[in-house]
């Protein structure tokens, strides 16, 4: 065998490679948005706008904690009543959506059923006609 039958034998197995790998990775493609409705979000961005704003304005930034296998949410003012959104951005699955209302400032939550990892916590809530939203990255130990 000479150096060229070589060298286009190393080529041809390059190439194959190459090409075996680029139909593997179009075939085993699983790219999805993280939120299904994304379009008709971003068609309804400013009322999500002015709710972030309230709670900047507001000053009614709660504060979340975990505790002993509770998620501890601390509004700043009595009587809230919303929708907590957990998700998880690498298993959309374990998603979950959780109706609330608080007489007092604390609502809390038991995370024996989240997995442990990284969860996205987005609050949705009312207090005094006022409407918020909340968004924090956590840890779930």
């Known amino acids: 065998m000479n150096w060229g039958t070589k060298i286009f034998i190393t080529l041809l197995i390059f190439m194959a490679t190459a090409i075996g790998t680029g139909i593997y990775m179009v075939s085993q493609d699983q790219d999805t948005l993280i939120e299904d409705n994304y379009y008709e979000k971003g068609i309804n961005y400013d009322s999500t706008y002015n709710q972030k704003t309230n709670v900047q304005e507001l000053k009614a930034e709660p504060t979340i ?77």
Do not use: A, C, M
């Not at 990284?118 to 924090?136: A, G, V």
């Open 65 to 141: 904690s975990t505790k002993d296998n509770y998620l501890e949410i601390t509004f700043t003012e009595t009587g809230n009543k919303g929708i907590l959104n957990l998700q998880r951005t690498s298993n959309s699955s374990l998603d979950q959506q959780i109706p609330f209302s608080t007489e007092d400032k604390v609502l809390k939550f038991s995370t024996d059923i989240l997995s442990s990892g990284e969860w996205k916590i987005r609050i949705n809530w009312e207090h005094n006609n006022n409407l918020f939203l909340f968004e924090k990255d956590i840890f779930i130990p």
